[in-house]
Structures are given as structure tokens and as C-alpha cells.
């Protein structure tokens, strides 16, 4: 009984080896792969993409942008799928580079027909579209091979058969304009002015084809005081560090090297060198010039010892007369002697908040004081203030005054002290 088990069994393995047509056939389409790959067709026994639409209807093209085959795989061939897909909302991915959405890039405009036919290889990413910007990329176009449009013009966005504005020689040298023999030239001194020759070497005149340097301000006072010794279109400008470091400025200013026509600080060893610093205390660098630091002690300037102006205000020695302590305090004299700002005056006091505030409103050894600490009361018995004036106010004010003590004069008459019953 088990031997004929055994053969009827080996008998339908002989019967499938022998027709294996009678295999169940593969259905692709309810596989996972096909949802999430296109693999959905079936290709000598196998899922396989076979068709676009396979790779339209699965999560590939929807997330991915992967809607079409393209050697047996779904990739990503335009733009409009990239833009309808969930990778294109989420990240930004939403041109098609090399079968796959990426972001707008360089390199998806030099992967374009644009930038191949049309030199449109830069990509302007604030207006998301591809752009001609180098002359480079024109070369490189149909453009040029066939038609010979191979210099860029950036303000009308195409390749052109030659501008020499547009070329690196206008640039450079200022040479902007084509002659009749097919080559740039420096036409005109608008050619040079505006290239790096005129602002590094000082070629800004135009002569021959090309651009030279314009010498004719050397022996001005512009040059010699300022070290402006070269001519930019009307204008003499200085172009060289060594005229700026012969010229007055530098010694006086510490303005010794140049800058953008003009000579500037470059230093610090040139602010602490310069005139300005021994005289106004500027010797620290900011920004191209030498200026006042805030701790800087104007006492040791000459601007001190020349002028007064003794005390730092506002970045600048400054007379007593600008400071906060002449406002407040009435101190408003220097004194060489006591190195400090003094009151003098009665003036001085009455002006300032000393008066306004605490009645102190004439000065005494250098300081606005009250009026009974005065020397006109100590003296004449002007110890009462009135308004913002000592005066007699009473016979005491005279009692105790040196007036009646020298000469009887104790008693207040016509607002002074006199003698008398």
C-alpha cells in the first residue's frame, strides 16, 4: 500500500516537471512592490516596470516625482512631476537633475536644453529660472558653435556675437570698445575710469587703444598736501601708497596709505607717528582713520597746551566751557597750574546748575560756593543771595563782615555796609 502511495505521488512531480505551464501565473499588480516601486507587469516570470503608466500609479511618482521607466526603473524626467510631488512640498526638491527631483540649483541649470543650446547655465535662485551670466558658458553653447553668439550680455539675458563692455578686458583694462578691426580698445577715458587699471594703477586716460596713468596733478597742492597726484576723469585722486606717504596728510593725519581715492589710515604705527596724535590725542585707528580713544588724557596734548582743550568730550579735547562740570559745577577755566577745569568767574557760576539748584553762584579758590562762604562776605558783608546775586540782606551781614571790624562799617544802608547810629 505505501509503495503505490509513492508512485502515484512521484508520478504528478514527473507530470509538473514535465508541463510546467500548468504553474499558476504571477499577479503583479496587488504585490507591494508595484504600490511602492511600478514593478507591476510581468516580464518572463518576474514583476517588472515595463510602462510609464506603472511608475504613475505607485508611491515613486507620488513621493518622489518617479513617473517614468527608463531601463526597467521609474525616475524622474520633467519638471511637472517633480512639482506635483510630496518630496517637492516637503523639501524643496522640485526640478528634475539626472532622473531624480533636487532642488533648483547650478547644477540642474547646466543639466538644461537652456544652458546646452542657449548658455543659460547660471541659476538665478531668486527668480528660480536659469540665466546667461559668463561669457565661458556662451562658449560653450550651440550658440557659439553654430551661430557664433558666444560672449554673454547679462541685462538682456542671451549670448551675443561680441560685447566688449560685457568682456573681462573692459573689466580689467577698460578696454570697452570695439574697433573697426574687430578688437576692444580703450576708445574714450569713460572706457578706463571705472576698471581695475584706473583703481590700481591709476590708468584712467585713455590714449593709443589704451588706458595710462594721468600725472598731470603731480606738483598740485592736492598731491603734495593730500597725495592726490593722479587724474580720474576732473578730479586729481590718489592711486599710490607712496604719494600718500609723501604727501601732508599723512604726516599730519596719519593718512599714509590709500583707500578708495583717497589716502586713509592703514595703521596703527601710522596714527601714533602722525601730527594729530601729539596735538588732539588721536592715536588709535577706526575704520581708515586715526582717532581720539576713549581713555586718551588730552592734558598731554598740544591742543591743551596751545589752546585749553584739556578735557575729552565727545571724542575731541574740548574746552572746559563744552564739559559736563562747567554746566553743572560752573568749572569752566583751565588752570595750567591746578591741571584741572576751574570757575572763575561769577558769571560761570550763575549759569550753572551750582547756582540753579544749591545757590553756590560765586566763585571762590577755583569753586562756585554759597554766598555767606564768599570772600565779598567775608570782606563787605554781600552774604545774602538775591536772584542769583550776593548782596547785603541785614546789619548782621555787615557785623561779621571785615568792614566793621577794619573801618565800622556794621550798619546795612542803601545795600551796602556804611557807618553810622
Known amino acids: 500500500m505505501g509503495n503505490r502511495f509513492l508512485f502515484l505521488a512521484s508520478g504528478w512531480l514527473a507530470v509538473l516537471l514535465v508541463f510546467p505551464c500548468c504553474a499558476p501565473p504571477l499577479d503583479c499588480a496587488i504585490q507591494i512592490e508595484c504600490q511602492q516601486r511600478g514593478l507591476c507587469t510581468e516580464v518572463d516570470g518576474a514583476c517588472a516596470v515595463a510602462t510609464d503608466k506603472d511608475c504613475q500609479g505607485s508611491r515613486a511618482c507620488l513621493n518622489l516625482g518617479e513617473c517614468s521607466v527608463r531601463a526597467g ?3 524622474a524626467t520633467s519638471n511637472e512631476d517633480c512639482q506635483r510631488s510630496t518630496r517637492c512640498r516637503a523639501e524643496g526638491k522640485c526640478v528634475a537633475v539626472n532622473f531624480e527631483c533636487q532642488a533648483f540649483s547650478q547644477e540642474y541649470c547646466r543639466s538644461t536644453n537652456g544652458c546646452r543650446l542657449e548658455g543659460k547655465c547660471y541659476a538665478d535662485s531668486k527668480n528660480k529660472t536659469c540665466v546667461v551670466a559668463f561669457d565661458k558658458d556662451c562658449g560653450d553653447s550651440e550658440a557659439c558653435t553654430k551661430e557664433n553668439r558666444c560672449f554673454a550680455d547679462r541685462d538682456k539675458n542671451v549670448c551675443i556675437t561680441f560685447n566688449c563692455r560685457e568682456s573681462m578686458i573692459c573689466r580689467m583694462l577698460g578696454q570697452c570698445s570695439l574697433s573697426s578691426s574687430g578688437q576692444c580698445i580703450a576708445a574714450s577715458d569713460t572706457d578706463c575710469v571705472d576698471s581695475f587699471d584706473c583703481f590700481l594703477r591709476g590708468r584712467c586716460k585713455a590714449e593709443g587703444g589704451a588706458c595710462i596713468a594721468d600725472r598731470s596733478c603731480e606738483g598740485t597742492e592736492e598731491c603734495t598736501v593730500a597725495g592726490r597726484c593722479v ?4 578730479q586729481c585722486v590718489a592711486i599710490f601708497d607712496t604719494d600718500c606717504a609723501k604727501s601732508g596728510l599723512c604726516q599730519q593725519q596719519g593718512l599714509c596709505q590709500r583707500g578708495l581715492f583717497a589716502c586713509e589710515a592703514g595703521t596703527e604705527d601710522h596714527c ?7 596735538s588732539e590725542a588721536a592715536c588709535q585707528l577706526e575704520v581708515g582713520r586715526c582717532v581720539v580713544p ?3 588724557d588730552c592734558t598731554q596734548t598740544q591742543a591743551c597746551d596751545d589752546e585749553s582743550r584739556c578735557r575729552l568730550v565727545d571724542g575731541r ?3 572746559c566751557s563744552l564739559t ?3 554746566k553743572e559745577e560752573g568749572l569752566c577755566t583751565w588752570s595750567p597750574e591746578k591741571k584741572a577745569c576751574i570757575a572763575t568767574s561769577a558769571v560761570q557760576c550763575r549759569v550753572s546748575a551750582a547756582c540753579s539748584q544749591e545757590e553756590r553762584c560765586v566763585p571762590r579758590n577755583g569753586a562756585c560756593v554759597k554766598c555767606g562762604k564768599s570772600e565779598a562776605c567775608e570782606v563787605e558783608g554781600f552774604c545774602t543771595l538775591s536772584g542769583s546775586l550776593c548782596v547785603v540782606g541785614s546789619d548782621d ?3 561779621s563782615s571785615l568792614a566793621c571790624q577794619r573801618e565800622g562799617r556794621c550798619r546795612k544802608s542803601f545795600d551796602r555796609c556804611m557807618t553810622g547810629g
Open 73 to 75: 526603473k521609474c525616475v
Open 231 to 234: 587724474r580720474r576723469r576732473f
Open 272 to 278: 601714533k607717528k602722525s601730527g594729530i596724535c601729539k
Open 294 to 296: 576713549p581713555n586718551a
Open 317 to 319: 579735547c574740548s574746552l
Open 324 to 326: 559736563k562740570e562747567c
Open 397 to 399: 551781614d555787615c557785623k
